[in-house]
């Protein structure tokens, strides 16, 4: 199978990306797709605190560090690499990737490419779509709604959203259910991935049979997408 990327992000802050960079490493682990991860947060980086052993943190400005996600995309042991784009970066990191020819190569087929957009719960998501619709043409593109913060979205006009998707094409939408407030944060207390704070044995049984319950609702999510099989065709014949 071709190496994919999958690319998580806005450029609105605090919508959850790195919740859903997050949850989408848990899914490709339960999948068996190996996995790595580039967190853009840098210096300090979110996803990094969560899964230390798959993350690296990057500088997605820096050419340097364009090169250890790009240049290694063939040579990885990982089929899949899952890029967690800082706030306010998402337009500039595909202008970056278009810059480098790494769109071209996605138009070649050398490439997988997944573009997961998270919106944000106003209508100015919209205008986040128009931006980046010149660079999702040849991508996987999903919105994500995560309702992580019991996070109520608008409802587009009808007009509204045809104009604003005139010039992209959505593969789909994923939606992110809310999770138990006190669960989520004994997840963040103790700095785990979901998938291991659920296999724990330590702490509440009911706060892992929450989060438990979180992820498998995420997992019908992307399993719907076919996230697995976009990264790893053969799983569809499996």
């Not at 840098?42 to 340097?64: K, M, Q, Y």
């Not at 986040?128 to 994500?144: C, D, G, R």
């Not at 104009?163 to 809310?178: H, L, N, R």
Request: charged content about 25%; proline content about 4%.
């Amino acid at each position: 199978m071709k190496p994919a990327v999958i690319l998580v992000g806005a450029d609105k802050g605090g919508v959850g990306k790195t919740t859903i960079s997050r949850a989408v490493l848990d899914y490709l682990a339960s999948k068996s797709i190996p996995a790595r991860a580039f967190d853009t947060e840098s210096p300090r980086g979110a996803l990094h605190r969560f899964h230390p052993h798959e993350t690296s943190i990057v500088d997605i400005t820096e050419t340097a560090d364009q090169m250890k996600i790009i240049d290694t995309l063939s040579d990885s042991a990982a089929k899949a690499t899952v890029i967690d784009v800082r706030a306010g970066q998402m337009t500039d990191t595909l202008k970056a990737l278009r810059d480098v020819g790494f769109l071209d190569a996605v138009d070649d087929g050398q490439f997988t490419f997944v573009i997961v957009h998270v919106l944000g719960p106003s209508v100015s998501s919209l205008g986040e779509i128009a931006e980046i619709a010149p660079f999702v043409k040849s991508a996987h593109y999903f919105l994500a709604k995560n309702h992580i913060n019991d996070t109520t979205f608008f409802e587009w006009d009808p007009k509204s959203y045809a104009s604003y998707f005139g010039d992209v094409e959505c593969a789909g939408e994923i939606t992110i259910p809310k999770l138990d407030e006190m669960a989520y944060e004994q997840v963040e207390l103790n700095g785990v991935p979901f998938a291991d704070f659920v296999a724990g044995k330590q702490g509440s049984f009911v706060l892992r049979g929450y989060v438990r319950t979180w992820m498998r609702n995420i997992t019908q999510e992307l399993d719907a997408i076919g996230l697995h099989t976009l990264i790893a065709p053969e799983l569809r014949r499996a």
